[in-house]
């Protein structure tokens, strides 16, 4: 079958599923909010929201159903023996078709996934040269340039972490290089308003409503780095008045 994006077009939590509806990650607003569910209608959908919003777990959850390494990578990183992410096994996924082609990196495990590319001796595969003697920015990069080659499915937890302004803008290149091949998805979580502009993305807030489709330019993130470029001494005199 002829791989055209988006391949995964909805989750949805099934309720049944939910062993206990009290415990983590099921209360978190977003994924409480009933009925909990995504649909992915273009090639890059981004998600956003404040700390602790959700938005890491559900990509989580999302690379799970992939088969995709806990700590990132693609499938040649996953352990077969780990138990299924737990908001994974209550979610019903809805692919066209179904792909486990891609990537997945994770901000806070990347130092974990490095080590692990150094321990399969996999360095050929990211630029010939280990990723651990890179800077954390031309590591993160690096991956960028030689994994996202199309043709799959790839998922980036925070890529703005180690990225300068400058390389989020090479970044985003990558990106759009990889869109226009027409086979490839993009999900990603951001705090960064530079990527939520990206454009014609899907861009998801999650709030303790449910997830709302919105513009960039009015999320929080957005507002507060403007308020603060118009007038930056105005700003920080006002936060930080006692």
């Not at 179904?98 to 050929?124: K, L, P």
């Amino acid at each position: 079958m002829e791989l055209v994006s988006p391949f995964l077009r909805t989750i949805e939590l099934v309720p049944s599923r939910v062993a206990d509806a009290k415990t983590y990650p099921f209360t978190i607003p977003a994924i409480l909010a009933e009925p909990f569910r995504i649909d992915f209608t273009h090639p890059v959908t981004i998600l956003v929201g404040v700390n602790g919003s959700g938005k890491s777990t559900i990509l989580e959850a999302i690379a799970s159903l992939c088969g995709f390494g806990k700590l990132g990578g693609n499938k040649n990183y996953a352990s077969h023996d780990a138990p299924l992410d737990p908001l994974a096994a209550c979610l019903r996924p809805s692919w066209r078709p179904r792909v486990t082609r891609g990537f997945y990196t994770r901000a806070e495990t990347f130092s974990g996934f490095i080590s692990q590319v150094d321990g399969y001796g996999a360095q050929d595969a990211y630029g010939g040269k280990s990723l651990s003697l890179r800077s954390h920015g031309e590591a993160y990069l690096e991956v960028f340039r030689n994994r996202v080659t199309g043709k799959g499915i790839f998922l980036f937890d925070e890529p703005e972490v180690a990225l300068s302004p400058s390389r989020q803008i090479e970044f985003l290149k990558l990106v759009r290089k990889a869109e226009k091949t027409g086979d490839a998805q993009f999900i990603m979580a951001t705090h960064s308003p530079m990527l939520m502009a990206y454009p014609g993305a899907t861009l998801l807030h999650l709030t303790d409503f449910g997830i709302l489709e919105r513009p960039f330019d009015v999320t929080d993130h957005f507002q507060l780095l403007r308020a603060f470029y118009r007038d930056p001494k105005s700003f920080m005199d006002g936060i930080l008045a006692e």
